[in-house]
Nanobody
Framework: QVQLVESGGGLVQPGGSLRLSCAASGFIFSMYAMSWYRQAPGKERELVAGITGAGGRTNYGDFVKGRFTISRDNAKNTVYLQMNSLKPEDTAVYYC??????????WGQGTQVTVSS
């Protein structure tokens, strides 16, 4: 059974940091590109960051502007999102996503990130 379990969300003050984790199981993790998406109330889900299966390439949403870093540890079947200099507009539910061309893709259940003073 495939599982993507996010953790690390919470309440943080503007300018603070959080590290999200997504623990994967039930599929060959290293064969899948992994991404973080987010969805704020009333808005569409948007890409935050992505990383290839081997971790050699990353991409980020324009709004990240050097504040976030995606990484993965294939030995631990886990992908991370380090978020620094958080802003109130970063408040959203953050989702982990696993995809591989030609195969079924999966979403995690999401973790809430709230940036507020």
């Amino acid at each position: 059974q495939v599982q993507l379990v996010e953790s690390g969300g919470g309440l943080v003050q503007p300018g603070g940091s959080l590290r999200l984790s997504c623990a994967a199981s039930g599929f060959i993790f290293s064969m899948y590109a992994m991404s973080w998406y987010r969805q704020a109330p009333g808005k569409e889900r948007e890409l935050v960051a992505g990383i290839t299966g081997a971790g050699g390439r990353t991409n980020y949403g324009d709004f990240v502007k050097g504040r976030f870093t995606i990484s993965r540890d294939n030995a631990k079947n886990t992908v991370y999102l380090q978020m620094n200099s958080l802003k109130p507009e970063d408040t959203a539910v953050y989702y982990c996503y696993a995809d591989r061309s030609g195969y079924r893709n999966w979403w995690g259940q999401g973790t809430q990130v709230t940036v507020s003073s």
